[in-house]
């Protein structure tokens, strides 16, 4: 009976160690990462919207559309709010990434200044191509 208890030991030991990784680390750094990405997409979803309800809004806008294809006024909307929700991830910090993943007012207002400083960028690149 002894000899089995020395020989399960080490594997029951093992087993243990294997299985109880929270103290190494990595599980707050994966939690930390799982949380920035889902900050991340969230502020892409929320910035892509509020660019498209912008530039909507914008008299400039409406004036321009009449004059284009529904193609055209698509294609360079989803241009720009693309372009803009790329960029979006530059304007921010970790902490605000990860506020936006948990917080709707935190994701708002970050959305608003995301957009306020992207936008300009976005439409320059757009209309050079």
Request: hydrophobic share 45%; proline share 2%.
């Amino acid at each position: 009976m002894k000899k089995l208890m020395l020989a399960l030991a080490p594997v029951i030991l093992a087993l243990t160690a294997c299985a109880t990784t929270t103290g190494t680390g990595t599980g707050a750094t994966s939690a930390q990462t799982t949380t920035q990405q889902l900050g991340m997409a969230a502020l892409k979803v929320a910035v892509n919207a509020k660019c498209v309800t912008e530039i909507n809004n914008v008299a400039a806008w409406k004036t321009a559309t009449k004059y284009m294809t529904a193609e055209q006024s698509e294609s360079i909307q989803a241009n720009v709010c693309g372009c803009v929700s790329e960029k979006a991830p530059n304007s921010v910090t970790a902490v605000d990434l990860a506020a936006a993943a948990f917080d709707v007012n935190a994701r708002a207002t970050i959305v608003n200044q995301v957009v306020s400083k992207t936008v300009n960028a976005c439409v320059a690149e757009a209309l050079q191509k």
